[in-house]
């Protein structure tokens, strides 16, 4: 069981989503595991390190390639004269993901985001070539319509199957917001789920979106 977690953008969530997901499983005792192919920012960003504290296990999470600017991935491994072989990185997530009973892949940023130097890929690629469905977590707000809908259209032309959608933050408070789950199942014709805004990002407040989000469908169980 595998599962892709992507964005439109940076910072709608993925790690959240992700955290969210890992821990729904593991409280159901399915060995689940976050895979973080590349992580820039660090040590300051660690989302590996932020699902290990929500699940409170170091087994929860694992990242691959670190890299110290906030970058895109590439940009990062560049500037810091470490490249990432796109190859390397591939075979080393298959690796990652074959040493789970249920892993989650987060990616960096959205799809289009530089992901590494030899030769240049994507994140779209990394997705496309792992052969996993793709969870897209988007905004819930004024203008995620049309981001929304070119990321799943993005994942379909490369034959990646989307599970769904996970509009986060979601607070109904605009016609926008209130509109837009019904709006994006029928544009995409895939589910589309809503997560509440959370008050802050402790494990009991990260647990409680487990209601939210149906950790065991999306993993194909």
């Known amino acids: 069981m595998s599962l892709a977690v992507v964005g439109t953008d940076t910072g709608v969530g993925k790690t959240v989503v992700t955290a969210t997901l890992v821990a729904a499983l593991r409280n159901a005792d399915t060995d689940a595991r976050a895979i973080k192919p590349a992580q820039t920012g660090f040590p300051e960003d660690d989302d590996a390190a932020f699902v290990q504290h929500v699940c409170g ?28 072989a ?43 070539d792992l052969d996993v469905p793709a969870l897209v977590v988007a905004r819930s707000g004024l203008g995620t319509l049309n981001h929304t809908a070119l990321t799943v ?3 379909r032309r490369r034959d990646v199957s989307v ?18 789950p019904t709006e994006l199942e029928r544009m995409c014709d895939c589910p589309v789920w809503t997560l509440p ?8 407040q990260i647990s409680g979106l487990t209601d939210h989000l149906p950790a065991h469908r999306l993993m194909g169980e």
């Open 57 to 84: 296990t170091d087994d929860a999470a694992v990242r691959l390639r670190t890299y110290g600017e906030p970058l895109a991935p590439a940009v990062a491994a560049r500037r810091a004269d470490d490249p990432i």
């Open 197 to 204: 805004e959370l008050e802050d990002t402790t494990p009991k």
């Open 153 to 155: 259209e993005a994942l």
């Open 163 to 180: 599970a769904g959608i996970a509009l986060n933050r979601y607070e109904g408070a605009t016609v926008a917001e209130r509109t837009n």
């Open 86 to 128: 796109y190859d390397a990185l591939v075979a080393d997530t298959r690796e990652a993901l074959a040493d789970s009973n249920a892993a989650v892949v987060e990616g960096a940023g959205g799809l289009r985001v530089p992901l590494s130097n030899d030769p240049p890929r994507e994140i779209l690629d990394l997705v496309a």
